[in-house]
């Protein structure tokens, strides 16, 4: 599965990239179906708690599973996307057995 990676007002360290990828791309194992994965980095506020926003949207044939969540931290934020996406591509895979 391919893996975009885009941080908006700031530059992405590889430490937080390499993290992303690791994480993104476990559902890729779960999903075989997933082709294409682009997760967005922003940072809403600067000097306040809560900041980071992330969006993670994968595509599979037929719709483009999508979460976003704002966080402490980005690997906070991720974690939890990756959370929801692992129960929508559950979801989308029984949908496919159904068929």
Do not use: W
Not at 39 to 50: N, Q, S
Request: aromatic share 4%; with cysteine; net charge positive.
């Amino acid at each position: 599965m391919e893996i975009r990676i885009q941080s908006i007002h700031f530059d992405a360290t590889e430490k937080l990239q390499a993290f992303i990828e690791k994480k993104v791309g476990k559902i890729a194992k779960s999903c075989d179906a997933a082709a294409k994965a682009e997760v967005i980095l922003k940072v809403v506020k600067p000097e306040t708690a809560m900041n980071k926003e992330v969006q993670v949207r994968i595509e599979v044939p037929g719709c483009t599973l999508h979460a976003e969540k704002v966080c402490d931290t980005f690997e906070e934020g991720v974690d939890l996307c990756v959370e929801a996406l692992q129960r929508q591509t559950e979801k989308y895979k029984e949908k496919q057995r159904c068929k």
